[in-house]
């Protein structure tokens, strides 16, 4: 072995392995299980959608729901049978919440679909190799299920050019990737081959930590003469962590809140690049996965190779699970694993370990005691951060200092819990101070988002207000102006006639007194300006025609004067209003004759109101007489007599109609009613029309 | 003498700088009110008895009290209080604080009536006249000022339903503080 630097990274514990309780057998096939449930959701990003039907028959490796969206990954039907049901059902999740699953009855048949195997991916194009991984629903399965095409696709800052192999498996009890890479060396070494392919990195370097001495030297034959970096690591919990494996392997440290890739490196778990393998040179989907069954709970504690959808309880049962032995169910390892609340739950693809421990095995932690301050998960974290000022600024709910003191460079490792004297749930308090600010930031997102939608429509609201207020304003404009023209049209004689009717009726002035004023008025003028003149310049001419302006000046005052005397004042305008007495006069006789009438007054009353009346109408006519006004023509018009029958039935018409109306508009007029109120109408319409044509 | 020339000097250079900031960089609008805003859930719906959270954060801006908004809640009143450096007050509504909701139409028997698009204030809902509606779940902020125009109270506010990518950890008790069982157990 030649000899190479390796770096280190801050802290790192040293947990008891127990990797020999499941690391000693050969990976065994899981038994066919009768029900799959394959959850939509198996990776980060968004859940894949489902393109089958319930009741549809699928078979081994056909995809039953596709990528929605771009980091989303597909999935298979993990063997052949029929979709019993696509909804709600039981998820490995640490809540115990129901998630949307496609469910598949198995036929037992495990009849493969045609696969497109390919020999030579070197005569593939890199998008075409890509979209191959793409399709065949790889997402990473070191643990967190990142889709393995983004991850290849993405690269914000320029090439890669270190890839990384990560075969470290650092947490104590997992050894799925140890047994696969003792057995399956040669795929694995291709699937890197694939990726080297792909990425053209300067160098490919595995890194393998040095309690797995078989599977380095599996994979060190493998590997030949490939110029591929085999490293081997000091045994050190979290050496598998993804930066931590970089600062391993490179010395170079990725950035806060950065990825391998902002610093040119790109890691992958040893597990994905096997199944790369299986989907470039076999077509094969990824519907299944290596598991590590293991804790003291279980009879056979080993590496299975299980579908995906198998629920967890059949898998432990095959390695012999005693339940009453097992303390609690953890799915993942002992330091980042979390507890599953049932057995219902399916194996997804990022689950690599079933861990069913007794209760002295890994005994539940004793309740927490305050901290001491004593420094030690300072020492402990591999991402040298603070965990114990992390946990008081948890603890107050400070978001800005826990920001500020980069807690979300913390990969949840449990380090700092595990050497805590104390005992404090450390990465407890990270994970909920983690869920919390993303929740307050979603909500804060989702706030600005509806503040920004609240503004448009505000907006929008104001302008159709603004614009509906100018064509307002444009409409009564054009209604003002066409009122204008038509006034213009109309009044023109209207208006000229009261002008000139008006002298005559109000100054009283007649046309030749008028022509005097005017004449005096002009006169007037001229004798003025005439003498303005001969003010300024005397002359004798000017002084003869001032006399003889003059002169007119008087004659023609004396003309008006003696015009204005000789026409009398015009008509008086109290001859109007005795008109209009006289009016009121003669109908108010007239009304009376007709309430004594109406009344039966005996004659002499009659007479007597008669006589008035006449009296009156002769006053009329007096003042008539004396006014000026013509005498109003009298139009008489001739009523069609109506006789008292008549007048019933036709009342009784209206009234009928009246009532049935009412009963119409009314909704909750019962019907009998309405009925009787349409024969009355019919009833009244046939009497009046048999007495007109009597 | 010259003292007294130089400070007037002074003054007037002074004066004129400043007049020239005042009108250059006038702050437009409420600088306070915006910030009060950005701290109000934008729900728009109303609680508060203000039309919408700009007005309400005016309105605090202006001395209003600062606890009532109920789908802000604690945690909005927090915030402000710790904004204006007042005291933090319980929370001033009928109902107390309300989960997130969101509404839904049941859409056979929306008539298709279009009072609820003109009373959403986050044009949540799409329909047209006579043709069904139905909410935007993303978009709904569960305002509820659609429930009450409906005609035929078609429209219902469900509560945001738990899902796996909206679960959170709890935070863990501080040490020491431990229910009286867990105490019993401990020691």
Redesign the interface.
Known sequence: MSEVKLWDFHGGIHPPERKALSNRTPIQPAPLPARLILPL?QHIGAPARPIVAVGERVLKGQPIAAASGQVSVPLHAPTSGTVSFIGSQP?P???G?L?PAIVIDSDGLDAWAPLAPCADYRGLAPEVLLEKIRQAGISGLGGAGFPTAVKLAARPQGKIHTLIINGAECEPYITADDRLMRERAAELIVGIEILAWLLQPEQVLIGIEDNKPEAIAAVRTAIGERPFGLRVLPTKYPSGGEKQLVELLTGQQVPSGGLPTDVGMLCQNVGTCVAIHDAVLQGRPLISRIVTLTGEALARPMNVEALLGTPVGELLTFAGLDEARMDRLIIGGPMMGFTLPSLEAPLIKTGNCLLAPTRSELPPP??????IRCGACADACPASLLPQQLHFF??G?EHEQLRAHNLFDCIECGACAYVCP?S??LV??Y???K??I???EQ?QH??????R??E???ERLRKAEEQKEAERQARAEQAAQAKAVQAESFALPDRTAPLAAQPSQTAGLSEQQKKLKIEASMAQVALKKAEKQLAAHATPELEAQVTELRAVVEAAKKALEAATAAAPPAAPASNDAALKKAKIELAMKRSELKKAEKAGADDAELTRLREALAGAERALHAAEDASDKPAPQLIRTDKRPVDEKLRTLKTELAFARADLRKLERDEAADPPALESARTRLAAAERQLAEHQSE | MTAVLVLLLLCLVCGALLGYAAVRFRVEGNPIAEQI?AR?????CGQCGYP???PYAEAIAAGDKINKCPPGGE?TIQALAELLDLEPEPLDAAGGEKPPMVARIREAECIGCTKCLQAC????IVGAAKQMHTVIAA?C?GCDLCVEPCPVDCIDMIPLA???Q???????L???R?IAS?RE??A
């Open positions: 959701g998820y999740h640490v809540s919440m998630a004793p309740p927490p005691l305050p901290c948890a603890l709910q104390s404090l749930p407890q308090y994970r909920a101070a869920a919390e993303r929740e307050l909500k989702k706030a600005e988002h509806s503040r939608r609240f448009l429509r505000q | 805003n109000l859930p934008q729900t728009q919408g959270c700009k945690a204030p986050v044009d949540a978009e902020t738990g899902s796996l909206h679960w959170k950890w709890d935070l863990p501080a040490p020491g431990l867990d157990r401990a």
